[in-house]
């Protein structure tokens, strides 16, 4: 059984930095590829940044060059960080790992973490 915990949200001024972490544990696996969400109330889900099985990076407009999406193979773990924070970037972040298990591919999410940026 999979599971995958999120971390590193945090209060931080605006211009700081965070590293969100995302780790999945639980089965033999490899990740696939990770989305990241951010998510304010009364809002859907918008993609921020996404990594694919082949390396390649997304990223939307508004994240562009202040967020970097990775992952360790290593630790089954993917990353996101997030620099030169803005207020307008407050929200909960999910991450979305693709993990491949026995020939299959199956999506999990993480379960949250806030992000607040003060201004």
């Known amino acids: 059984q999979v599971q995958v915990v999120e971390s590193g949200g945090g209060l931080v001024q605006a211009g700081g930095s965070l590293r969100l972490s995302c780790a999945a544990s639980?089965?033999?696996?490899?990740?696939?590829?990770i989305d990241w969400y951010s998510q304010t109330p009364g809002k859907q889900r918008d993609l921020v940044a996404a990594?694919?099985?082949?390396?390649?990076?997304t990223y939307a407009d508004s994240v562009k060059g202040r967020f970097t999406i990775s992952k360790d193979n290593a630790k089954n773990t993917a990353y996101l960080q997030m620099n030169s924070l803005k207020p307008e970037d407050t929200a909960v972040y999910y991450c979305?790992?693709?993990?491949?298990?026995?020939?299959?591919?199956?999506?999990?999410w993480g379960q949250g973490t806030q992000v607040t940026v003060s201004s």
């Open positions: 979305n790992l693709i993990l491949e298990i026995g020939g299959y591919t199956y999506s999990y």
């Open positions: 639980g089965s033999t696996f490899s990740i696939n590829g």
């Open positions: 990594l694919n099985s082949g390396g390649r990076t």
